[in-house]
Structure formats: C-alpha cells, structure tokens
C-alpha cells in the first residue's frame, strides 16, 4: 500500500512561484511512475505532469508545458511539482497520485492507483 502526502500549497500572486512536495510511503516508491493532477470546483479532474519511475522522462500538460517542473528524489520518495509564472488560472486543487504498474498513458486517471488528498494552490490577480 502507498500512502500520499502533499504540501507545500498556499496563496501567491501571479507571476509568482511555489514548490509542491509529495511524500510516499512503501519501500518500492521508485518503481512508481507519479503524476500531478488538479481540479476546480465544479470541474473535472485534470492533469498536469507526470514522471517515470526512473525520473528520466516526464509529460506535461500543454497548459503548464515550460512553466512547470515535475522531478523526483528516490532516495527521499518525494516527487515535486515546481510552478512557475503562475497564473490566476493555476488556482486549483493539487493531487499527487501513484500510477499502476504498468501504465502506457500516464495521462489518465484511471491509470492511477494512489491519491493523495490534495494541497489548494490559489493564485491572486
């Protein structure tokens, strides 16, 4: 079982910058491709970035592609989601989740095992 937790969420202005964490538990945490997920209300989940286990390749949404940097630490089982250029629109719900071995589309929730509970990320005008 991998359990998932988030931090690093709060409030900042556009144009501005935070690092989300996502801590995992389980021994085999290196084995897992990650992904970032976030939703607003009345909205769909939808993703964000995503990693292999390896952490040599990832994917990102085109909505964050060259804003945003997701890596991972194996040795501290941490992923990380740096967001840059934020913008009011960033303002969401962010989840971490653990991907299902194996998983080709990793832009797919249903590919997606484990979830966090999620860390608010609001992003002010």
């Known amino acids: 079982q991998v359990q998932l937790v988030e931090s690093g969420g709060g409030l900042v202005q556009a144009g501005g910058s935070l690092r989300l964490s996502c801590a995992a538990s389980?021994?085999?945490?290196?084995?897992?491709?990650m992904g970032w997920f976030r939703q607003t209300p009345g909205k769909e989940r939808e993703f964000v970035a995503a990693?292999?286990?390896?952490?040599?390749?990832?994917y990102y949404a085109d909505s964050v592609q060259g804003r945003f940097t997701i890596s991972r630490d194996n040795t501290k089982n941490t992923v990380y989601l740096q967001m840059n250029s934020l913008k009011p629109e960033d303002t969401a719900v962010y989840y971490c989740?653990?991907?299902?071995?194996?998983?080709?589309?990793?832009?797919?929730?249903?590919?997606?095992?484990?979830w966090g509970r999620g860390t608010q990320v609001t992003v002010s005008s």
């Open positions: 989740a653990a991907a299902r071995l194996p998983s080709n589309d990793l832009r797919r929730q249903d590919n997606y095992k484990h």
């Open positions: 389980g021994r085999t945490f290196s084995n897992y491709p």
């Open positions: 990693i292999r286990g390896g952490g040599a390749v990832s």
